[in-house]
């Protein structure tokens, strides 16, 4: 049976013989304005999400992401996830969260080995972002508000529309979207421009190859070309970022994995991906993800989910 919910969500699972759920967030609670409405959350279905109204700063993974009424943010299964209510407006945002598995076909055809078993095993992945620019885009954005006001309606054979806009989105994204190179992966909206790219990859491969050691400024402007007083002005420019911060945000980007896959104390994955200071990395952790080391591996244990959802947005959303 379809869900669709107008509340504020403490829970995103959708269960069932259909495992979607429709949920309208709105950062009005009553007469309570919140404005980080849009919990904290990691879960390993997948998730579509279309402002309706009002701008919301996103987080996905550490990237920050602005995006405006009538803008999508797709997100894939495992990423850590929170919005923000922007400029004391009201805003309403909804999710369409769905176990991946009701895409797969009983027949291994060319649509399931091109495009849902790629999804499936996370050789694929939906691009990020999605604004009303290029026809594929306009395209998604229209099959998402089609899935809302299906999911609204909730007629007879509501499960079967939105299941071929599922599809038709899935078909969008992957013939329209190229992917990108590692700079869209940790930058969002500050990503460099493909001309950009060429420049800035030996440095960013140079750090995902070796941010666990001393990563020096003096070597990623020599990769680059430049001084380093030029390489410091131009990538600051063009990232969003300063050198050391994209460094540290590589190794926050890791000691994620680190936090969800082992069971290895802060301190020692602090050391294990290049912090050298355990209070820093906790600072620097909290800063980027709004919660600490802790209370983001409490939150991505499949068997606390839900306790820890509640736990994390009480301490850090609600005071």
Known sequence: MLQYETHHRNSVHAKGYFPLKV??????????????????????????????????LFEV??????????DALLLNSE?????????????QVYAIVFDPLILQFSLDDTAQQQIVSPLLTGQWKLPTVIRPRQDWEKKI????????????SSRLGAELKIKAFLYLILAEAKTGHTPAASADRYFGDN???K??????QPVLDHVEAN???QVYVADLAHLAGLS????????????????????????????????????????????????????????????????????????????????????????????
């Open 23 to 56: 949920v309208l967030n709105d950062s009005h609670h009553g007469s309570q304005h919140i404005v980080e409405f849009f919990a904290p959350n990691w879960h390993k279905e997948l998730e579509l999400v279309y402002v309706s109204q009002g701008t919301v």
């Open 228 to 319: 380093v007083d030029r390489f410091y002005r131009k990538f600051k420019a063009a990232t969003g970022k300063t050198p050391i911060g994209f460094v540290n945000h590589v190794r926050i980007h890791n000691a994620m994995a680190w936090l969800r896959e082992r069971d290895l104390s802060v301190t020692d994955i602090a050391f294990e991906v290049g912090f050298r200071n355990v209070s820093y990395f906790i600072r620097a952790f909290k800063k980027e993800l709004k919660c600490t080391p802790n209370q983001y591996r409490l939150l991505t244990r499949d068997l606390s989910h839900t306790r820890a959802t509640e736990l994390v947005t009480s301490q850090l959303f609600y005071k």
């Open 61 to 70: 993974d550490g990237r920050s992401f602005e995006l405006n009424c009538g």
């Open 195 to 200: 001309v950009e790219h060429k420049r800035w």
């Open 191 to 193: 990503s460099p421009s």
């Open 141 to 152: 954005l229209e099959y998402l508000q089609e899935i809302c006001r299906i999911a609204e």
């Open 79 to 91: 990423e850590f996830h929170v919005g923000h209510a922007q400029h004391g407006a009201r805003c």
């Open 211 to 213: 941010y666990a050691q």
